[in-house]
């Protein structure tokens, strides 16, 4: 399983060798790698099928009991084969279609490792490793929807989708965070059994609201669905990858997975069930108004998304096993139209429906498919779309809240696809003979095995539904639901309501098909609306990030040094200011009764050289001043028995006072001082900062949570250090780094001071000058 799970990334590691050495057959050659995975997977449906499942562990990292496993059931069994299955048709598809391109080998790099990361996301069972995948499909899906870096339109469209997922992955990782302390492990399997843990639990809200916010960036749902349609700026095999079997897919497959854990109360319903519908409303009345081949495709992916949402959040077995079919039908027919709009494009130039028109005659096989892939699309009968509408429109009619609204806007999206799939499936092909910008001749049979495998799968499910009921789609909607389902896949189930909604859909979707053009241009004042639309958030949140970028470059990251001292030291004094007052009990009673004079008098004397280091207009002056401060330090460790530390503070005081004599012979003559305003505000910060400290020092001083360590310096002393002094000790062998520190500190000082000392200016015609 782990060799399936990185095959991906290990054959991409070769793949720009394999395209060399064989050129517009490699990609026939590295499909192969989808393919054996697709029959690897296929192996386990005999135990899958009847409601089992598989656990494979590795040790990943035992310190923090975090395993490398993976978690076969019916859910991730059906994704893995749908990753794999269109994957060998998307392979083998993109090395015909983007022959002669220049980065083939790139691209190959790139899809094989996208496979590998949408693999790794469904079939993991541990929480940090199901996340690092999940991200590695945003990174992968980022660098192909920009396959064409040089073109404006793919580099925004990529920083657009990699944006708005990884933000939401963000909140997801905080999410599944929360997830695995509240159950206890970061075990998919193991959480999953522990659903009423999370319902009952405090923190489920939060859980739910950052889980889902990181699924619907990825899925594209209401109201971050703008950013998918966008990525059509990719290559057509990577729309059709993205759209049929992998990324956008991905948080349907985690809100799928952790319906147990997460599913089955109001709040799960609510937003699943009500923004799923407006999702599935919006995305297919925006593909009705498209005219674009593949915006027509991507927004009603965006439709079926809000479906898949939709159905997962009513949470019924009937809902869940319509979920599980309707997913398999959407790959099926989307990865199958896809790849004729690339045919379309490839063979005719036609990136337009308005381009198109007539073009059976010369596209015979791509028509026949294309008209097929889009009756299951519209849920005629007897394709497999027919069966999962049906099952649709019962969950729906069913739902135990929403009903009616759920009900009405499944209905009106379902005449809008109707719509939808009749100009996919019959513009392009039929009626008169429009001229298109290359002349139309059959694709070749790398492109068209794609097409006519899905589409013929369509229709083989649909008059056979019994063989992927039990097959798969039974024991997914089982591991979705938590326990086995009791409902089935049938082409017909009698006359009921849901198929006389299905009739009246057909019917009312044609009459919006024959209607096309009035129709957008009815809704075309409705365009106005997108000047306050979520792309319209989008674009300003990022207008102002760079604002922000700018203002905070400017103010804080200037290039001069006292600005960044400056903005340390007013964010640290505000940050412990806060702290101290919110989370601490400060307790300060110094006693200053037993002062002496001459105590009192070096600190006096030390205030007054620290207050004419500040104001005086002479270096020198200043310079003397602070070694008088020093100075004091000194005499303060001798009257209080630290005569060591006292005599160290004088020699480095000595070597500092004289180093910076000899420095200021090099600096140029005094100026003048600052504003006041300036030196106020200085001032300020510099009293705050002291206080601040002070305060520390004495809260400090004043809670001791262990014994002192002095005890142990003054008996291990002679014995441990070979010394009777034991300040020497502590400082030579128990601190020996920390005073090795402040010896290469005080050593590099040095070398800088020399360095200035014996610098020379040249004269000004030389390269080397002081100025420059």
């Known amino acids: 399983m782990l060799l399936a799970v990185l095959s991906g990334f290990l054959l991409a590691v070769a793949a720009p060798w394999v395209h060399r050495a064989l050129g517009r ?184 609201l950052l889980v889902l916010l990181g699924c619907f960036t990825k899925s594209a749902q209401y109201p971050f669905h703008f950013w998918l349609p966008n990525a059509m700026a990719a290559p057509t095999p990577v729309s059709a990858y993205l759209h049929s079997a992998t990324m956008v897919k991905a948080g349907v497959y985690l809100m799928a997975r952790l319906n147990p854990s ?96 007539g073009l059976r005659s010369a596209l015979p096989i791509t028509a026949a498919f294309a008209s097929l892939a889009a009756l299951s699309l519209a849920g005629v009968i007897p394709m497999f779309g027919f069966v999962a509408k049906e099952l649709l429109f019962e969950a729906v009619l069913e739902a135990p809240a929403l009903a009616g609204i759920l009900t009405f806007l499944a209905v009106v999206s379902a005449i809008m696809v109707v719509a939808v799939a009749a100009i996919v499936g019959i513009r392009p092909w039929y009626g008169p003979r429009v001229d298109t910008p290359k002349a139309p001749h059959e694709a070749p049979p790398a492109l068209l095995a794609g097409p006519v495998v899905l589409a013929s799968l369509s229709l083989l499910f649909g008059l056979g539904a019994g063989l992927v009921d039990q097959g798969i789609i039974a024991a997914a909607a089982g591991a979705v639901h938590g326990a086995p389902v009791s409902v089935y896949l049938s082409l017909w189930h009698g006359f009921n309501l849901p198929l006389l909604l299905s009739v009246l859909t057909l019917a009312l979707g044609l009459t919006l098909y024959f209607n096309w053009d009035r129709f957008r241009d009815s809704t075309r004042f409705l365009e106005v609306l997108n000047r306050y639309g979520p792309e319209v958030a989008y674009e300003k949140s990022m207008a102002g990030m760079v604002w922000l970028s700018e203002w905070q470059t400017r103010v804080l990251q200037n290039g001069y040094l006292r600005y960044y001292l400056l903005t340390i030291l007013i964010s640290t004094v505000a940050l412990v200011t806060v702290t101290l007052m919110t989370h601490a009990d400060i307790l300060i009673a110094p006693d200053l009764s037993d002062v002496m004079v001459h105590e009192a008098f070096i600190v006096a004397v030390l205030l007054l050289a620290a207050l004419v280091s500040v104001t005086t207009r002479s270096r020198l002056g200043a310079v003397a001043s602070l070694g008088v401060v020093g100075f004091c330090v000194a005499l303060i460790y001798v009257l209080f028995s630290a005569a060591d530390v006292g005599i160290t503070q004088v020699l480095v005081e000595t070597l500092t006072v004289i180093m910076l004599v000899l420095v200021l012979f090099r600096l140029p003559g005094f100026l003048g001082l600052t504003p006041t305003v300036l030196r106020v505000r200085d001032a300020v910060i510099a009293l705050s900062v002291g206080l601040m400290m002070t305060v520390l020092i004495l809260a400090a001083s004043a809670v001791q949570y262990a014994d002192s360590i002095s005890a142990y310096f003054i008996q291990e002393s002679q014995p441990s250090g070979y010394g009777r002094n034991i300040v020497n000790v502590i400082l030579v062998d128990f601190r020996a780094l920390d005073t090795l520190g402040e010896i290469v500190v005080l050593a590099l000082a040095a070398v800088g001071v020399y360095a200035m000392i014996k610098f020379r200016a040249e004269d000004n015609n030389s390269s080397t000058t002081l100025e420059k």
């Not at 590998?116 to 992968?140: D, H, P, R």
Request: aromatic letters at 12%.
């Open 25 to 208: 057959h490699s990609g026939w050659v590295l499909a192969l790698l989808p393919a054996s995975l697709f029959i690897y997977f296929a192996t386990f449906l005999p135990q899958i099928s009847g409601g089992g499942q598989v656990v494979i562990e590795y040790p990943w990292i035992p310190g923090l009991d975090i395993q490398l496993s993976f978690l076969v059931d019916g859910l991730s069994l059906l994704f893995a084969l749908i990753v794999s299955g269109i994957g060998f048709f998307v392979v083998s598809y993109a090395g015909r279609y983007l022959e002669g391109e220049r980065d083939l080998g790139r691209f190959y790099v790139l899809i094989l490792a996208f496979m590998g990361s949408m693999l790794g996301l469904v079939l993991s069972s541990n929480l940090i490793s199901l996340f690092v995948f999940w991200e590695l499909t945003s990174i992968t899906s980022y660098l192909l929807i920009g396959y064409h870096h040089e073109e404006a339109k793919s580099r925004k469209a990529a920083l657009q989708g990699l944006f708005v997922t990884v933000a939401g992955g963000l909140a997801l990782l905080t999410g599944l965070i929360m997830m695995a302390m509240v159950g206890g492990s970061y075990e998919l399997h193991e959480l999953l059994t522990s659903g009423d843990i999370f319902r009952e639990h405090d923190w489920y809200l939060a859980i739910l």
């Open 262 to 357: 997460l599913g089955g109360t109001e709040a799960w319903l609510l937003l699943l069930g009500l923004l799923g519908a407006v999702t599935m409303f919006v995305g297919v009345f925006m593909s009705v108004r498209s005219t674009g081949i593949k915006q027509v495709l991507a927004y009603s992916t965006v439709m079926a998304l809000g479906t898949l949402t939709m159905l997962i959040g009513v949470g019924t077995e009937t809902a869940l096993m319509a979920a599980m079919a309707f997913l398999l039908a959407h790959s099926l027919y989307k990865g199958a139209l896809f790849l004729v709009a690339g045919i379309l494009d490839h063979e005719a130039g036609c990136k337009d429906f308005l381009q198109t028109g």
